[in-house]
């Protein structure tokens, strides 16, 4: 959700069109009164905006934050002619994710939706039913199951080893880690995806890239739906469905590709091992042997499926990696002591492996620690209420959309120790985890709609950091300490260091003394 001063102009210029539309008809409409005086507390609300103008001048988990401060943890707000509850305490988080889940297990239906994938839903944007739940369980059970992101271990270990000797080439001159990062995160993926590298790489992850920035913007048709013809007016239709052509032909020319290789593969012994084991492969086998019992699984499902598996995967990836790369460098001692933890466990053998992540508690804390401070989704994704219900003593009336702020939840000093400090020993003290049910602390969401992919990035984020940390010290491009790096923060649809983060790479020992130079 954009809340830049930026705002203003789209809602002055839908306000005017209101307005014609309304005088035109010569039927006022009047903005709909809330339905009961027990709708939660909220800020005072103008005339057709509501509460939007709250919202102006600071990052949305921030803001909501501070209107928390004022009117208690459970808010209402008014942004244009939508309903908006923003939840700030565990226990009425709990009440949303947990005792009152199936209600709000509901996305909202959003124009993105609609137009993308000719409206074929993928999993974050499914409508809570049939669909949504087969494809859930085939998430647990197959593609993003602990098992099959064991399986993908070589190639995460060969991206970050691309990674490290594409720094490496760039010794003595500053990388911008910030773009470069997502090219390897995001060949990992495209390789658990599709089996192989892409013809086309470029071209999807441009088209990622596009459609990531399409969706991100201030849709203000989606916060005026009564309005429909502002989705053409504000130009956002005709982004959206020229992205999706575009989209679509890259994937339509990938699909038939795998097809094409699977029947010469046809009769031959070994089929390609990668291949075999992709996640287009695995949903193409469902769509063919009609795996889905209650729903259809469409060719269109399964681009949408794809695509959200790089939308949700690979930006929360790179982001959770910057961030705790920005503030391991603040920590001088945290850096020393990640660096001294990989070089006890790999004991002279300086490959660092998928395997050998396991055995270091205290890298798997700093990416703990990171995920609290820097959640990429510090507001999860927004959720709808299915039915009237009430949470606490306040009415929810149906089709509200409900955010947790799981960013406010995770710097409570109610719940946390000095919250604004960088402190991985932290999860050494405490059983809190970021399993879903410990609502202080959910990085990853809880109940129904939490992550699916929560292993998959895992895996990624502390193998990648780890590689970062153990083969190169760091030294800011500007020549500052390091220690000075800011942590200043931009919120699209991620939370994002607001700087890109550029730095000069140093070859530690590790590094040049490694088979990896042989
Ligand atoms: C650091 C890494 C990641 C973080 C912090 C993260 C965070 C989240 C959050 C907060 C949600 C919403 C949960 C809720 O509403 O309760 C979500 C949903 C989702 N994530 Fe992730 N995610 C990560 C990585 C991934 C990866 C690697 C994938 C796929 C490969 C993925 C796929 C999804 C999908 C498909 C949904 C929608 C689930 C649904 O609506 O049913 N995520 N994620």
């Known amino acids: 959700m954009e809340t830049s001063s930026s705002l203003f102009l789209p809602i002055i210029i839908a306000f005017f069109l209101f307005l014609v539309k309304a005088l035109l008809s010569k039927n006022l409409t009047r903005t709909r009164k809330p339905s009961s005086d027990d709708l939660p507390p909220g800020p005072w609300k103008l005339p057709f905006i509501g509460s939007l103008h709250h919202l102006v001048g600071g990052n949305s988990h921030r803001r909501f934050r501070q209107l928390a401060e004022t009117h208690g943890p459970i808010l209402h707000l008014k942004l244009g002619e939508v309903d908006l509850v923003v939840v700030s305490s565990p226990e009425l988080a709990r009440e949303v994710?947990?005792?009152r889940d199936l209600c709000f297990?509901?996305?909202?239906?959003?124009?993105?939706?609609?137009?993308l994938f000719?409206?074929?839903h993928g999993i974050a944007t499914a409508p809570h039913g049939h669909y949504w739940s087969e494809i859930r369980k085939l998430c647990a059970t197959e593609l993003l199951s602990a098992k099959r992101v064991k399986s993908f271990a070589p190639i995460r270990e060969e991206e970050a080893q691309n990674l490290i000797m594409a720094i490496l080439r760039k010794t003595g001159s500053p990388v911008n880690l910030s773009e470069m990062l997502p090219y390897y995160t995001n060949a990992a993926t495209v390789r658990a995806a599709f089996g192989r590298e892409m013809e086309e790489k470029e071209r999807f992850l441009a088209m990622m890239k596009e459609m990531m920035r399409v969706c991100s913007g201030f849709a203000l048709v989606d916060l005026f739906p009564s309005l429909s013809f502002l989705g053409a007016a504000t130009g956002l239709r005709r982004r959206m469905k020229k992205v999706w052509k575009e989209m679509d032909e890259v994937l339509e020319k990938v699909l038939g590709e795998e097809g094409d290789r699977r029947r010469e593969a046809a009769g031959e012994e070994d089929i390609d091992e990668g291949v075999e084991n992709s996640l287009v492969r695995i949903l193409k086998r469902v769509k063919e042997n009609g795996e889905f019992v209650k729903a259809t699984l469409t060719r269109d499902n399964i681009k949408a499926i794809i695509v959200d598996m790089f939308a949700g995967g690979t930006d929360t990836t790179t982001i959770t990696i910057i961030w705790a790369l920005t503030e391991v460098l603040r920590h001088p001692k945290i850096m020393h002591k990640v660096q001294e933890e990989i070089s006890k466990v790999l004991k002279g053998n300086d490959i660092i492996k998928d395997h050998d992540i396991q055995k270091m508690p205290y890298l798997k804390n700093v990416v703990k620690e990171t995920l609290r401070m820097h959640p990429p989704g510090p507001l999860l994704l927004p959720r709808v209420c299915r039915e009237t219900t009430r949470i606490s003593k306040y009415v929810i009336p149906v089709g509200t959309r409900v955010i947790i702020n799981a960013w406010a939840l995770a710097t409570d000093p109610k719940s946390w120790d000095d919250p604004e400090s960088f402190r991985p020993e932290r999860f050494e003290e405490s059983e809190v985890d970021f399993k879903g049910t410990d609502f202080e602390y959910i990085p990853f969401g809880a109940g129904r709609r939490m992550c699916p992919g929560m292993l998959f990035g895992l895996a990624g984020i502390e193998l990648w950091l780890g590689h970062l940390l153990y083969y190169f010290d760091w030294k800011i491009a500007d020549g500052r300490n390091p220690v000075e790096l800011d942590v200043e923060e931009e919120?699209?649809?991620?939370l994002n260091r607001k700087k890109d983060l550029?730095?000069?790479?140093?070859?530690?020992?590790t590094l040049l003394e490694s088979p990896l130079m042989q």
């Open 97 to 99: 994710a947990k005792t």
């Open 502 to 509: 550029c730095l000069i790479a140093v070859p530690r020992a």
């Open 118 to 120: 000719n409206g074929h």
């Open 491 to 494: 919120f699209g649809l991620t």
């Open 105 to 115: 297990a509901a996305r909202p239906q959003l124009t993105a939706g609609n137009i």
